[in-house]
């Protein structure tokens, strides 16, 4: 095994935050689906695919580096919100929560001089400040629209159709 064993029970935490992270998203798609908002819930549900995604890239990852991954039991999800903005923000806090935890994984790896992992996990520390950003620019959306979410749909539609999922809602 090539990585560091503080480094893997650091990645097995880790894959669980990201499963974790593509339930609540199913979550909060459900509830813009629930609010007949079709854009933003498919917004979530390819934010959802995209964290899955992430989850599995440590997972083949550590398979490649002959460590175990561990697939984990997930907590119960959020399924209530008070209005978009409340889901929104409740998704951007995650986002920062895996932010601090991927920038953590980073210090417990470069610690190591498991310098396998560390390179691994660059590709993950872009992607946070992406991802940060993207919600960041959907709730100042919700925020400025002043309650006609019709104009988030349509912000978010025009995101999507530019670039996928990665590409919404930041401009």
């Known amino acids: 095994m090539i990585i560091k064993e503080k480094v893997v029970e650091a990645m097995n935490a880790q894959i669980q935050s990201e499963f974790t992270a593509s ?4 979550a909060i798609a459900v509830y813009f689906d629930e609010e007949s ?16 995604m992430h989850a599995m890239k440590f997972v083949h990852f550590m398979l490649e580096a002959g460590a175990k991954p561990i697939i984990p039991s997930l907590p119960e999800m959020r399924n209530s919100f008070d209005s978009a ?3 929104v923000q409740f998704a951007l806090d995650q986002e ?8 953590n994984l980073v210090s417990i790896a470069d610690a190591e001089k498991d310098y396998a992992s560390s390179q691994f996990l660059q590709w993950f520390v872009t992607e946070q400040v ?8 959907l ?6 629209a002043g309650g006609t979410l019709l104009l988030v749909e349509d912000f978010v539609r025009r995101a ?10 930041a401009e």
């Open 160 to 169: 999507l159709a530019a670039g996928g999922a990665e590409a919404a809602p």
């Open 139 to 144: 709730l100042d959306t919700i925020k400025h």
């Open 23 to 26: 339930a609540q998203y199913i």
């Open 85 to 87: 903005s409340d889901a």
């Open 96 to 103: 920062i929560k895996v932010t601090n935890q991927i920038n």
């Open 130 to 137: 992406e991802e940060v950003d993207s919600m960041t620019t």
């Open 37 to 52: 908002l079709p854009d933003l819930a498919a917004f979530f549900y390819r934010q959802s695919e995209e964290e899955r």
